[in-house]
């Protein structure tokens, strides 16, 4: 495209620190090209989960009614991911410069995996702005004074409720 050079140069006198992925980006999808990694990464923690809500797809008592239900057997809802692969998928998201959001999730609640908070310590050592969803109940004193130490971004926490009568409505 003939107008890609003035493009680059308008981008270029616009380019700051905080908008550099976004630039780099889109200078990607104009040369076809890849220069960082994405701005968010979901990364599926564990599979298991201390509840059973209603609504949840995975773990609800009815979700065994699903066409695809024998996908999720016993053994796939005890599945963690292993502590090692977690780091190399940090690292090379830090390698390639993905600093942007990575969301550790799962189809069951991140703070079962044994190792969860050491993943969120590892993440936030990478420099990587780190997410946790959370059903909360797994929230403990120590648990939120590791996250706060270790400079968790953002936590989410899923509520189903704000009291017991109002669930079992």
């Known amino acids: 495209d ?11 006198t616009q380019a700051s620190e905080a908008n550099e ?6 200078l990607g999808l104009l040369t ?17 989960c201390n509840e059973n809500c209603a609504y949840c797809w995975f773990h609800s008592p ?14 796939w ?13 940090l690292d090379d998201l830090a390698r390639i410069g993905a600093r942007e959001d990575v969301l550790l999730t799962g189809k069951g609640e ?9 993943i969120v310590d590892h993440a936030k050592s990478l420099n990587l702005h780190t997410t946790l969803f959370s059903n909360g109940m797994l929230l403990t004193p120590a648990n939120l004074s590791r996250m706060h ?11 189903s409720s704000a009291s017991p009568e109002v669930y079992e409505v």
Do not use: Q, W
């Open 21 to 26: 992925p976004e630039l780099l980006r889109l």
């Open 149 to 159: 130490e270790a400079g968790l971004d953002l936590l989410y926490v899923s509520l």
């Open 77 to 89: 809802k005890r599945t963690h991911i292993d502590f090692d692969v977690a780091c190399r998928l």
């Open 32 to 48: 076809d090209g890849v220069y960082i990694g994405p701005r968010t990464f979901h990364l599926d923690v564990a599979n298991s």
């Open 110 to 118: 991140p703070l079962t995996h044994p190792r969860c908070l050491d």
């Open 62 to 75: 009815s979700a065994g009614n699903r066409t695809d239900a024998h996908l999720f057997d016993a053994s």
């Open 2 to 12: 003939p107008k890609l050079p003035e493009m680059l140069e308008r981008v270029e």
